[in-house]
Structures are given as C-alpha cells and as structure tokens.
C-alpha cells in the first residue's frame, strides 16, 4: 500500500472509530500532507520503505523553518500516529518513529485571570437586549462549568437541566459528560433561554434542524461559530480591561479557581472531561504560581 492510501485508512480510522471533530480532523490532514510532501520530494512513496532518518528529518526541517518547538512537536505527534497505524493494520513491518525523539517543549503554564478579574468581567456584563442575554450567558457557561469553545457552540437546548442543574456536553472524540451548573451561571442561562433565544430565533430565515437545537445564536438565528463566540469573549474582556481575553482562558481560571477552593482534583477532571489526570494536575502548578506571586505581593520583605 502507498503513503497516500494509508493516510487516507488512518483518516477514516480518527473519523469513525476515534470520532475526532472536523477541525481536529482538518488539522491531522494537514500535518501529514506535508510530511508525505516531504518524503515524497526524498524517494519514498511506501509506509514499509520510510527509516528513521527520514523521521528525523523531518522533524529538523520543521525547526529549521523557524518553526516553534511546541508546533513540531504536535506535527510529529501526527507522523507517530500514523506509522503506529500502519504498523497495526500491517500496512508496514516497523515502525520508524519508535526511536525519534520528540522536540522538547518548555512548560507553559495556562493562562489565568484572577478571581477579582473575573467577577469584574462578569458583573460587567449588562443590558438586557437579546444579544446581551445571550453573551452573559456564554461568558458564566464558560467560567462557571468550564466549557470548551466547541462544546458551548454546539450546547443544544434538550441537553439543558436546569432542574437538575446539569448540561449534557459532547467533548473531544464525542464523548458525552454531565456538567454541573449553578448560580449565576444557571440564572443567566435561564434568562437568556426564556427573554434571549427566543427574539434571536425570530430572525433566522429557513433555520436547519440544526439551528432550531441551537442553545446559542447568532444575530441572524443561527447556531453560533467558534469565531463568533471568540469575538463575544475578546469583546467583553476589552470592556473590563482585560486584553485579548480567550474563551480557553476562562476554562483554565474556572479550575485554577476550583482548586483553590478545595475541590477535589479527580472532581476536577471530571467535570472538564480530562481522559487523564495528568492533563489536571497541571493547575495544581498554576495554583502554586498564583500563590507565589500573591505571597511577593503582599508581604513586606519578601521582595528585599
């Protein structure tokens, strides 16, 4: 089997059996294009015939390029997949990446807003239009439960509780969490589904189905972008005099927050769909940085 035909397999294999979002899908075509554009430029059209120099090589022209190593490294983490791939369907005997190093990354904390800035960010927020509705309610979905971009765009109305005060999000690979909702976030959720959707509803000329299931829309009815949304979060940020404010960044604050309130790790993970808890525990070394810098801050001779 050629390269080309076996990256194809490997792409039906993310999309149906890992069930990986377009975008995540869209990105992995993307890095093994170019990676099979590189080893066909050296000679190498069959998944049996690449080495490791090839790898490596690669890998090198990637940094060469000025590229950062955090980038090569989740380019590569696409070529391992797919050799690993091979190796299991027997489209190849070996697997050439097994002996290539990955480029070492710096860690890199998340980023943060404080508490105070973010209840600033959020009291800030008023109006009572349905598009001001709908913004608050995005802005404390995202704080309050910890929603990824995707997972508040594709929130749909019959996966709302808030009786029960749960959501029903679908996370990466689809996988479906209960994620608990309270407060002001469950209150402004309510207004916005009772005063808000229904005016922005009105607008939509031949909604979809789609559309209809939509928690959040857009000024024209339908269901909201990941670029509308990012725009409704950068906008409110620059209104409390937080620039460049990122939806993620209201992720991160939501656990580092939690953490430092007592809550449980493992709860922790649970609620923002972590396969592992390593990926959690990186807020623990946030929480310890904040603390730090608090510690800097307030104590008179701890900057001497």
């Known amino acids: 089997m050629q390269l080309t035909e076996a990256k194809e397999e490997y792409l039906l294999y993310l999309r149906i059996e890992r069930g990986l979002a377009a975008n995540t899908l869209a990105e992995y075509k993307r890095d093994l294009d170019r990676y099979l554009a590189f080893l066909d430029a050296a000679g190498v059209a069959d998944p049996d015939a690449v080495t490791p120099d090839e790898v490596a090589g690669f890998q090198q022209s990637l940094l060469l390029e000025g590229q950062s190593a955090a980038t090569a490294k989740r380019r590569m983490s696409a070529v391992k997949g797919f050799h690993r791939f091979c190796l299991q369907e027997g489209f ?17 904390l998340p980023d943060v807003i404080s508490i105070e800035d973010a209840c600033r960010l959020l009291d800030g927020l008023s109006g009572t239009r349905p598009q001001d509705l709908r913004d608050r309610a995005i802005l404390e979905a995202l704080y309050g439960c910890g929603l990824r971009v995707s997972e508040a765009c594709s929130l749909d109305v019959q996966n709302v509780s808030l009786e029960e005060g749960f959501l029903r999000v679908f996370g990466k ?23 808000g959707r229904p005016a922005l509803s009105m607008h939509g000329r031949a909604p979809t189905p789609d559309d209809l299931s939509a928690v959040f829309l857009n000024q024209r009815g339908r269901r909201l972008t990941r670029q509308g949304l990012f725009k409704i979060v950068g906008a409110a940020g620059e209104a409390a005099g937080i620039r460049k404010l990122h939806p ?13 309130g007592g809550a449980d790790l493992r709860m922790i993970q649970e609620i923002l769909g972590h396969a592992d808890i390593s990926t959690t525990q990186i807020y623990t070394h946030v929480d310890r940085a904040h603390l730090a810098e608090e510690y800097r801050a307030a104590h008179p001779r701890a900057s001497w």
């Open 92 to 108: 190849a005997r070996k697997n050439p990446t097994a002996p290539v190093r990955m480029p070492k990354t710096p860690d890199r």
């Open 173 to 195: 690979g689809s996988k479906e969490r209960l994620v608990p909702i309270s407060g002001t976030a469950a209150t402004a959720l309510e207004e916005y589904l009772k005063d």
């Open 248 to 260: 993620h960044t209201l992720r991160h604050s939501f656990a580092t927050h939690m953490l430092s």
